[in-house]
């Protein structure tokens, strides 16, 4: 059990031996340091349960737990909050044990299974910024279910499916009428066709285009999309080689961002199950026709605002994307038992998963032991609050963007490094961009600004990328001393004090950071102990330190920070370069 939760639960039992009986008591980090570490406000509470006034229950209370040897000092302050300053060796056990084992401060124990989906990018189309939110904040809440105990199972979600990839193939046709995929005898063989994504990320916006422009073209891409679904050898195989086109650069990408998913699947795999799902639902009754379009009624009486019926099929015959997620609901319920499924998505589609999660419920596809969770996420703006663009205009491609933020890396951070001058250069830059993006609370949007994100002295990736590599590089140099440290045997200096306080409630901070779904508290909270270590070095000349006892304490000290940042980062998505 955590070191909190144990004297909670001791305070609680000596508060029922001297009268107050209550199911559980919490302790939380004093907003008054000057006064102690920790705080009861209990007392308040009680007073109205007991008749008694919170100052004299406050004293009571004191009194019997007063000889508890955790405490160094505690003190009652009106009107009735009782004051706790923790004992050294409560702290120096506390180090110890998460020094022994950091998971310790993690596994919450919650062992659900937990499905996300994130990412989300289209196929034949840019990855541009909006996908990266999607990523790295889907990607770190999946690390963060994983240390907390759950079993996960990540998507992509691809979005491979649909008429743009009818205009594509279209536009591919035009030019290239001679390729086998578009003859009549096509039998599925390899084709020597060159398609690169510089390729696609020209034909998707030129087909579109043309498709808007001209009736009879939108009318020919239509036909092409719906053989394509009926699986025609030469537009399915075409397909297929797109999205393994489109696939790579998008693979190349979240490599470089530490983003990897359990399933590469797309819309085009839940298509497989559409069939089956709207048989089941006419078998539910539910579906209703409107206007030449097929509906479900999602309306609940309880409805302030209005809740438009969910559109399966439109007017003119297309499937509609709130059809292929609940046909990806059906896959994933049928194929996987979970307790969850996790939606990092745009918080601007919330409106369509509200309506697909109530069709869920209500056509039975889940049930109420599933739980569907919307984690919509604000927008990455540009420099001036306008969403992000080029400076011609366009939408800014995530590739550009991160070149972008490697080249200033490069030029402002690392004179002194020559070697593998590339890879760190793009380490750092990930964690800067990752950091900045993962810091404001999920649903908050924010501006890209390049000059803040990579600053050395502010609260960012890079500055805690330059604390840790200085952390390990304190502990490489005592490495080659042959410097012996195991754990911290004394506390000398108040800052020590302060960072074991600190991290005391890293694990309520997990728990929080879980039950929020954001990761804005685990970048506060390495910003605010990352502070605390470097004032504590900034103080102290640790190598060479002549008590023994103190030298070995600190190199403890510094490396229970670092692999304690490490393990923070990774949840991340964000990893610590060698040099800097
Ligand atoms: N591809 C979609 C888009 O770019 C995002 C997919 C989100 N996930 C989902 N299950 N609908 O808007």
Redesign the pocket.
Known sequence: MHKIDELELKIKEAMKIVGYDIESITLNPSNRPDLGDYQYNGAMALAKIYHDSPMNIANKIVNAIKNFSEFKEISVANPGFINITLSDSFLIDFANTSLKDINSNYNLGINKTIFL??G???VAKVLHV??LR?ANIGQALNNLCKVVGCKTISDI???DWGRPMGMVILEIKTRYPDLAYFKDNYNGEEVDFNLTNEDLLELYPTATTKAKENENIMEEARKINLELQNKHKGYYALWKKIVEVSLSEVKRLYKDLNVDFDLWEG?SDNFEYMNELFEYLYSKNIIQKSDGAEVINVKEESDKKEMPPLILVKSNGAVS?EA??LA?IWERTHKYKLDEIW?I??KR?EL??TQVFRASYKSGIVNDDTKLIFNGFGTMNGPDGKPFKTRDGGVMPLSDLLDNVTKVCETRLMESITENRERIARTIAVAAIKYADLLPFRTTDYNFDIDKFTDLNGKTGTYLLYSCVRMNSLLQKANNANIKYEDIKILSTDNERKILITMLDLKRMIKRSFENYSLNEICEYLYKITNLYNNFYAENKVLIEENNDKKTSWLALTKLIFDNNKYLLNILGINIPEKM
């Open positions: 989906d994130y989300g990018p289209n909006g996908h999607s979600h691809l979005g819309e994307y292929t997620d990806a939606y998505v745009d589609q369509h998963f």
